[in-house]
């Protein structure tokens, strides 16, 4: 019974190349379609105007900021040269007061922080004619929020979302709104870039290597980013286009989490029950069958089918396994780092396990169904992230490239135990030895804070 149920679960969640195939071939298409839709109507394929990438060897001292829902986080990175960096930070939580007051009480926050960083914590990393004033400072923000971009350093504030509702903010110039806080605090720092963590993935790699072609993040959510020639940008103004030479490249942050639909995504009943118990269902639907905020609750759905089947844990529901979301991705973490210690230490396991309540503790057999039920959920996911890679290999034509290099960051990739070798292995099942042999999957830098800094120092001028 347990080898017939293991059967029918393989069958659904490990992807051949021929099941792999129908999804790179809706990737490429949906990269076509993004390309020619408006990022208003359709919020893929988002031009960056970024147009350059850092060689390694710049020099100097730049500021960048990334706000998302929780943190406030204001570096300030020293480019060394050589491909060589060093970061200074300041974390702030912006509180329910600031969140929900005044644009301009909220901006003058991060001026007031940004000041502390210059004038305190990094001031030993500015010249004297910076930390005074009289020398600009370039800043790069990755504003992790809806932002309407018209260019590297302009773009409308949207709603935000993520528990911000600040006054007199929509449908402002963001850059603006820093500049003014600026202003009013008296400090010279210019905004020079608007960027998206994606694309600052993809520039803080290429300080380290250059060859760089692709940005990946990898962690509680997926999102990918690549150089795209401006004339295939087809949703760019005509005249805006124009003003770009032939051949030059922009980076496309893809937004490649909202990609596929059920016309060819390998749906499971697992995939289609999580979907619809969340607040937004039909919506991201390949993140939730791959990224870290969901594989835990997959493996519980499984989980309640092998119990009822009373293959597991005696039949019986632990007492709090039966709650959406009890079971995060990072049990699964726990369970597969101890398997591949050979053995699975059994108090281990029941400690991983120690907040649900058990009629009868959990016997070795169980905590080894329970992991392969893990490995499972967790192979699919790194074949559905080669999907990304593979498609943005693909869309820029690089077979013919001696090395294929990707820079790829996110807690998913970089802490899952095998993740780094089952997604070489998925990229080994699509291309083959040869072509596998030469894709490089790079660990990459804090596209936020580093790639802010770069970006900012890029589009200076």
């Known amino acids: 019974m347990t080898d017939a149920l293991f059967q029918n679960l393989e069958q659904e969640f490990l992807l051949s190349k021929e099941k792999l195939a129908p999804i ?109 004033g009289e020398d600009t400072l370039s800043l790069g923000v990755c504003w992790s929020f809806p932002v309407d971009q018209s260019g590297v350093d302009k ?54 290597n250059p060859k760089v072609r692709i940005g990946l993040i990898y962690a509680t959510g997926i999102n990918g980013a690549y150089p795209e020639k401006v004339e295939a940008i087809e949703k760019l103004d005509p005249d805006l286009r124009a003003n770009y030479l032939p051949g030059t490249e922009m980076l496309v942050n893809t937004e490649i989490d909202i990609f596929g639909n059920e016309s060819y995504l390998p749906l499971t009943k697992y995939d289609l029950i999580l979907d619809a118990s969340h607040t937004q269902p039909k919506f991201q639907i390949y993140e939730k069958m791959m990224s870290g905020a969901y594989l835990g609750e997959l493996v519980r759905l499984i989980v309640l089918d092998f119990i009822k089947a009373d293959l597991l844990f005696n039949g019986i529901i632990p007492e709090g396994l039966e709650e959406t979301w009890s079971f995060p991705t990072a049990y699964m973490s726990a369970l597969e780092t101890e398997a591949a210690k050979h053995t699975l230490n059994h108090e281990k396991g029941i400690e991983i396990l120690s907040n649900f309540h058990f009629l009868h503790m959990p016997t070795t057999q169980d905590m080894a169904i329970l992991t392969r039920i893990c490995r499972i959920v967790a192979t699919r996911s790194a074949y559905l992230a080669s999907v990304a890679i593979i498609s943005m290999i693909q869309q820029q034509h690089l077979l013919d490239q001696p090395e294929i290099v990707v820079g790829i960051t996110g807690s998913t990739y970089e802490f899952y135990p095998h993740m780094a070798d089952r997604l070489q292995g998925a990229l080994r099942e699509w291309f083959g030895d040869d072509i596998t042999n030469k894709i490089k999957l790079e660990i990459a830098r804090d596209g936020g804070s580093i790639g802010g800094a770069l970006i900012a120092m890029l589009c200076r001028d």
Do not use: C
């Open 155 to 208: 773009g409308l504030i949207l709603r935000m979302g993520k528990g911000f509702t600040l006054q007199d903010t929509e449908g402002h110039d963001l850059a603006d709104m820093f500049h003014q806080a600026f202003h009013r605090k008296s400090l010279n720092v210019k905004v020079t870039a608007i960027l998206n963590d994606t694309v600052g993935t993809l520039v803080a790699h290429a300080y380290s």
């Open 24 to 132: 790179i071939h809706g990737f490429v298409n949906e990269f076509q379609h993004g390309l020619k839709t408006p990022s208003r109507g359709l919020a893929t394929m988002i031009p960056s105007f970024v147009t350059k990438l850092p060689n390694g060897n710049e020099t100097g001292s730049f500021l960048s900021l990334d706000l998302g829902g929780t943190n406030l986080r204001i570096s300030a990175v020293e480019l060394l040269g050589n491909g060589q960096v060093h970061v200074l930070e300041l974390k702030r939580s912006p509180s329910q007061e600031l969140k929900t007051g005044s644009g301009a009480a909220f901006f003058d926050w991060i001026a007031d922080a940004v000041h502390e960083l210059i004038t305190v914590k990094a001031k030993h990393l500015f010249t004297k004619t910076q930390i005074q």
